[in-house]
């Protein structure tokens, strides 16, 4: 099946610092990538839609200037959490969307904790 | 009321039992639906999709679906302890995933 890259997949960080995480489709093109949050034994709450070439749509509550999310291309979508604070530690994940077959992947998620 | 529910169990299950799992949801136009497994600290890996009403079988697993009383079910047979894991059910509504809180699936050998 298609494949979904997440780097790095665990990290930890100083409160204040940014962390940014990247997200690969490996084999296919994807239009659409999505951010996912989750956190422990929670379900995964979207944060925001990521279309290539455009800016991102966030859901109700996720600040965009917190999360930034960047597209630039169809196989890459990266999403920085800047001056992360420890209540920002959580589990995310990435989902590409393939461009022909609408069909959804997940990547293996990253754990961020903040110090 | 939450867009997709579950019941978040644990469901406890002994190996080479039916495992049940039942999801409702609230979005009437929803056309897609998905169940995922998830391993603990891992990513969600779908299992199965379904789109239409009735049936749809794909070995251990059979997913149900009924629009009218919008919900969705995921029966697993012969369950092993291996499946012990959270279930997540997905609808998709206006090109996005909505996730359900989960089902934990307990299997005991």
């Known amino acids: 099946g298609a494949v979904v890259s997440q780097h790095p997949s665990r990290v930890i960080c100083k409160s204040g610092t940014s962390v940014k995480i990247e997200c690969r489709s490996l084999?296919?093109?994807?239009?659409?990538m999505f951010w996912y949050r989750q956190f422990p034994k929670q379900s995964l709450m979207l944060m925001a839609t990521s279309n290539e070439g455009s800016k991102a749509t966030y859901e109700q509550g996720v600040e965009k200037d917190k999360f930034l999310i960047n597209h630039a291309s169809l196989t890459l979508s990266t999403l920085t959490v800047t001056s992360a604070h420890p209540e920002d530690s959580s589990f995310y994940i990435c989902?590409?969307?393939?461009?022909?077959?609408?069909?959804?992947?997940f990547g293996e998620g990253s754990r961020l904790t903040v110090l | 009321q939450k867009e997709v529910e579950q019941n978040s169990g644990p469901l406890s299950v002994p190996e080479g039992a039916i495992a049940s799992l039942n999801c409702t949801y609230s979005d009437r136009g929803s056309q897609s639906f998905f169940w995922y497994r998830q391993y603990s600290g891992k990513s969600p890996e779908l299992i199965m999709f379904i789109y239409s009403n009735g049936d749809k079988e794909d070995g251990r697993f059979t997913a149900q679906l009924n629009k009218a009383s919008q919900y969705v079910s995921l029966l697993i047979r012969d369950s092993q302890p291996s499946d012990s894991a959270t279930y997540l059910c997905?609808?998709?509504?206006?090109?996005?995933?909505?996730f359900g809180t989960g089902t934990r699936l307990l299997v005991s050998p």
């Open positions: 084999d296919f093109q994807a239009t659409t």
């Open positions: 997905a609808v998709k509504s206006f090109q996005k995933l909505v």
């Open positions: 989902s590409a969307s393939a461009t022909n077959t609408g069909e959804l992947f």
